[in-house]
Structures are given as C-alpha cells and as structure tokens.
C-alpha cells in the first residue's frame, strides 16, 4: 500500500504542479480527459473523504467517552475494554483492513497507469463506507 500511495502522491504531484503549467488551471475533476487528471482527481476525492473521517472523529471518540461513563459501574473489574478502547482497536483494524482490500482491488490494473486511481478509488470508497457506519453507531448511541 505505501508504493501504492507513493505512486499517487507523485502523480498527484505531477498533475499540481505540471498540468497546471501547461493548462494554466487545476484539472476539471468534473470531467477528467486524461489518466493523470483522472488519477490526480481520485486522489483528492480520497482527501476529501478521509478530511471527512478526520472531522467525524472527535465526535465519535466524545460519544465513546460518554457511553464509558454510563457503563462504568458495570464493567469495572472485568478484563472489558472501554468503549473508546475497543473504538480505537475497531478503527486500527479497519485502516489495516482498508489499505489491504484497497492495495488488492488495484492490483486489477497492476502496473498500468491507472494502479493509483484505482487504489485512491477504493480508498475513497471505503472510507466514506466508514464514515457511514461511524455516524450511524453516533446516532444510535
């Protein structure tokens, strides 16, 4: 996943700092025409969604938190893990979870120009897939 990722980031950065120079603008991310525009715009959809995840965050720990102060009493002295606890473990698993099947789905393409969007896709993906699950487990609680 981290060559995966390299590989995006340097297209990404390719598309920032050369199509610009030649186009004089950003890409249209509305209606890519090349892979490099295509790749750079599934790059920033992934930044977005996981800007996203990072902005849910704070209120999903802060939901943990209060559900620990309301079970406290029922779950001291046992080997439970908090709930912030088991968010955390929950939220490691799944980014190791999430840049494998993403690393896999672009092996499709392995090789090819279109490796990193595909990776960047799926990141995109499975993160706004979490982002869902997150907020649906905030609104429950």
Known sequence: MFVLRMIARFLS???VFAVPALADEMPDCINPQ???EMTYCASVDYEDADNDLNALWPSIVAAAKANDEYVAEQVEGTDVP??????RTAQRA???FRDAQ????????FGGTAQPMVGSLCLARLTRERIEVLSQGLHSR
Do not use: H, N
């Open 94 to 96: 799944w980014i190791k």
């Open 34 to 36: 090349s892979q490099m």
């Open 102 to 109: 993403c690393e896999y789905e672009a092996y499709e393409v």
């Open 82 to 87: 908090t709930t912030l606890e088991a968010l």
């Open 13 to 15: 950065f390719l598309t």
